[in-house]
């Protein structure tokens, strides 16, 4: 079964350096969304993408954060200047569709700021 | 008042109990409304959704939707240690030409052999 694929699984990074986490959507998908769950906490939705475009972005998600689709395959959400309180399991999530609610979840990435 | 609000548990049931999780919710604007399970250090995984108010049944799971109390459930029958896990509902509204989803807390779930 086709699945979505991200990387690294862990990344623990030091406050205030930038961070790249990757993720491979399923390949006939055309909508990217980025969520984070903060442990104990609701998955919080972040980012979605489309035709190499932003859509729609939460509050979360402010100039700190960037996401890229810099090839065919791989889109990816870039943190510039890490803060401790931007440790969490980043979700990368991908649909056929845009009015299809049903997304394909990665695994996640662990990020872990010290 | 937070737009879902799902008890976070946990809650612990052993092997074959029937399991019921709810979420309530204040946005009368959501459409479609999805039953996630989550395993530890995976990402959620879609079971159910539904549209309507009513009940759908998938197997050992069936989803109930009361839109005119804002209130979901997820029913699990002869539940399994299998079934230990986060279960996550969401519910999504069109933004935009978008279906935008908000997420419930979760509830984890434990089943005990």
């Known amino acids: 079964e086709p699945e979505v694929t991200q990387t690294p699984s862990h990344q623990v990074t030091q406050m205030g350096q930038e961070v790249i986490l990757r993720c491979v959507p399923i390949?006939?998908?055309?909508?990217f969304y980025w969520y984070r769950q903060i442990l104990g906490q609701k998955v919080e939705f972040l980012v979605s993408?489309?035709?190499?475009?932003?859509?729609?972005k939460s509050e979360i998600f402010d100039d700190q954060f960037s996401v890229e689709r810099p090839d065919g395959s791989n889109f990816t959400l870039k943190i510039r200047s890490t803060k401790l309180e931007d440790s969490a399991m980043y979700f990368c999530?991908?649909?056929?569709?845009?009015?299809?609610?049903?997304?394909?979840f990665g695994s996640g990435t662990r990020l872990t700021v010290v | 008042q937070k737009e879902v609000e799902q008890d976070p548990g946990p809650l612990s049931v052993p092997e074959g109990a029937i399991v019921s999780l709810n979420c309530t919710y204040s946005?009368?604007?959501?459409?479609?409304f999805m039953w996630y399970r989550q395993y530890s250090r995976k990402g959620p995984e879609l079971l159910m959704y539904?549209?309507?108010?009513g009940n759908k049944e998938d197997g050992r799971f069936t989803a109930q939707v009361d839109k005119s109390s804002k209130y979901i459930s997820l029913f699990i029958r002869d539940s399994q240690p299998s079934d230990s896990a986060t279960y996550l509902c969401?519910?999504?509204?069109?933004?935009?030409?978008?279906?935008?989803?908000?997420f419930g807390t979760g509830t984890k779930l434990q089943v005990i052999p």
């Open positions: 999530a991908s649909n056929t569709d845009r009015s299809n609610y049903g997304y394909t």
């Open positions: 390949s006939n998908h055309l909508y």
């Open positions: 993408f489309y035709n190499n475009e932003i859509s729609e």
């Open positions: 946005n009368s604007a959501f459409q479609y």
């Open positions: 539904t549209y309507s108010s």
């Open positions: 969401a519910m999504s509204l069109n933004s935009g030409g978008y279906q935008k989803v908000t």
